[in-house]
């Protein structure tokens, strides 16, 4: 549903920070040493993103998550305001939110001790969203 490149570059950024958070909710890692290991790796920037999640008291809690996707969804309405013709904008905020709930909710069953070290279910999860993303801007741009 994002039209630009760069709206889209974003959106995934985003995505792949949500589960790389994820992998380190698990592991219970420490919070600095993983947000400048996320940084240098691109998926966090510096700054205002870093501060936000530097101030969570664990990484091993669902706050760091639900933080990011607030960007995503953030940013994910920005494109569809621009992008999307007015009637079709809620329905499309609405289709990709619960998307986004299913995915979380899906990913929070891993935190089961059972599920601890399956953690490559949910790349599976983040590309079927990432290439579901592809597909519309593809047939959008048509």
């Known amino acids: 549903y994002a039209r630009r490149e760069s709206d889209l570059d ?3 950024r985003l995505l792949w920070l949500a589960h790389a ?3 380190h909710s ?3 890692s420490e919070t600095d040493s993983t947000l400048d290991d996320l940084i240098q790796e691109g998926l966090l920037r510096e700054g205002v993103e ?3 999640l ?3 008291t664990t990484l091993a809690s669902s706050t760091p998550l639900s933080i990011v996707y607030g960007w995503f969804t953030t940013k994910l309405r920005e494109s569809i305001i621009r992008d ?3 009637p079709m904008q809620a329905a499309v905020l609405t289709l990709v939110q619960t998307n986004i709930s299913a995915m979380r909710g899906a990913a929070a069953g891993l935190r089961h ?3 601890s070290s399956s953690m490559r279910l949910c790349l599976p ?3 079927r969203l990432s290439n579901a993303f592809y597909a519309a801007s593809l047939q959008d741009s048509r």
Do not use: T
């Open 54 to 56: 530097r101030s969570c």
């Open 113 to 115: 001790p059972v599920f």
């Open 125 to 127: 999860i983040c590309r």
């Open 84 to 86: 999307v013709p007015p």
């Open 50 to 52: 870093a501060d936000a």
């Open 26 to 28: 698990i592991h219970n």
């Open 21 to 23: 958070l994820h992998v």
């Open 10 to 12: 974003e959106l995934f």
